[in-house]
C-alpha cells in the first residue's frame, strides 16, 4: 500500500499535460485511523468535500475549456487521495483534447472513484459536479454558523494536541450547541507547510467546557497531519472525553494548489452542507 513519503509531496515534479489517471496518489485512511483508536468500523459518517478551482482542457477543436468541480469523497472509502497528486491529475488534461464536457466528468469520477476505493471488495463512485464558465455566477460563499468561540479571552501554551483540554459537565442538563472557530491551524504531514481552517463543532449531551475547547482546537498549530486526519482526531477526541450524544465536525481549509479540502465527520446520517466556499478560501 501507499504511504505519504512515497507521494509526490515535497519533491520536484514534471507537469505531465497530457491526461494521465496513474497520477492520482492514494493513501490507505487505516494507518492514522489506528492511531486514534479506530481499528474497525468508524464511529462516523461523512465526507471529504473538494473544491477544484484549476481544472480545464481541451475541446475538439482544441479551444481550451475551463471549469471549477464539486468532489464528493465519502468517509467509507479505504483511501483518501494525497493532494498534490490530485493536482497533478488535473493539470494532465490541460492539453488533451475532450468530444464533450460530460467526457471530462466521466473520466474524473472514474478515476478518482478507483483511486478511493482501490483494495475495497466493495467499490462506489465519488460525487461529482463540473461548473463551467457561464454557470460560474451561480457559485455562492457562506461561513459557517455557530456560536463564535474565538471570542474567549483564553490563554494558551499548548501547540500540539491535547484530548486532556476537553471536559464537559455531566452534572446538568444536556444540551444542543453549534460552535466554530477560525483558529484551527495544522501542518501538512510531509512538508510541515502550514494549513490554516475553520471548524464548526455541532454536539448534544453534555455542555463542553468552551475554554478548553477553544484551547484543544488551537493545540493543533504545530501538529503534522493532512486535514482528513486533523477532523477524525478531533471528533474521536471530543467523542471520547465529552461522551455527547450526537456529534458532528466540519472543517473548512484554506486553498492551496488550486484545491481545499473540506472534511465533515459525523455520529449520525445527515444531509451533507453544501459545499459553499468562505471568505478565507
Not at 487505516?30 to 477544484?52: N, Q, S, V
Not at 472509502?77 to 493532494?83: A, K, T, W
Not at 460560474?136 to 474565538?150: K, N, V, Y
Not at 481549509?253 to 459525523?266: E, S
Request: charge should be negative; include cysteine.
Amino acid at each position: 500500500m501507499s504511504s505519504p513519503d512515497q507521494s509526490p509531496l515535497g519533491k520536484a515534479s514534471a507537469y505531465v499535460d497530457q491526461y494521465d489517471a496513474t497520477l492520482l496518489f492514494p493513501i490507505p485512511r487505516a494507518g492514522k485511523r489506528a492511531e486514534i483508536g479506530i481499528t474497525g468500523d468508524a464511529p462516523f459518517f461523512g465526507a471529504d468535500l473538494w473544491t477544484a478551482y484549476e481544472v480545464s482542457w481541451l475541446n475538439a477543436r482544441g479551444k481550451p475549456q475551463v471549469a471549477l468541480a464539486h468532489i464528493t469523497i465519502p468517509c467509507e472509502s479505504p483511501n483518501i487521495v494525497e493532494s498534490k497528486s490530485f493536482k497533478l491529475y488535473l493539470n494532465s488534461f490541460n492539453n488533451s483534447r475532450f468530444s464533450s464536457v460530460e467526457e471530462v466528468r466521466d473520466a474524473i469520477r472514474a478515476d478518482v472513484s478507483e483511486a478511493v476505493w482501490r483494495g475495497s471488495d466493495a467499490p462506489r463512485t465519488i460525487g461529482l459536479k463540473l461548473v463551467q464558465a457561464e454557470a460560474f455566477e451561480s457559485e455562492q460563499m457562506g461561513e459557517l454558523g455557530g456560536l463564535l468561540l474565538d471570542r474567549l479571552d483564553i490563554e494558551c501554551d499548548r501547540y500540539t494536541p491535547d484530548p486532556l483540554l476537553l471536559t464537559a459537565d455531566h452534572e446538568q442538563a444536556p444540551v444542543s450547541e453549534e460552535l466554530v472557530s477560525h483558529l484551527l491551524k495544522s501542518n501538512c504531514l510531509v512538508t510541515g507547510q502550514p494549513d490554516w481552517g475553520s471548524v464548526q463543532i455541532s454536539y448534544s449531551g453534555p455542555q463542553i467546557d468552551q475554554q478548553g475547547l477553544l484551547q484543544y482546537i488551537v493545540s493543533f498549530r504545530n501538529h503534522n497531519e493532512f486535514h482528513e486526519q486533523c477532523v477524525e482526531r478531533i471528533f474521536m477526541d471530543i467523542w471520547t472525553r465529552c461522551k455527547p450524544i450526537k456529534l458532528s465536525v466540519y472543517a473548512r481549509y484554506t486553498r492551496r494548489g488550486g484545491l481545499d479540502i473540506n472534511p465533515l465527520r459525523t455520529s449520525h446520517p445527515q444531509a451533507l452542507p453544501r459545499n459553499l466556499r468562505n471568505a478565507r478560501q
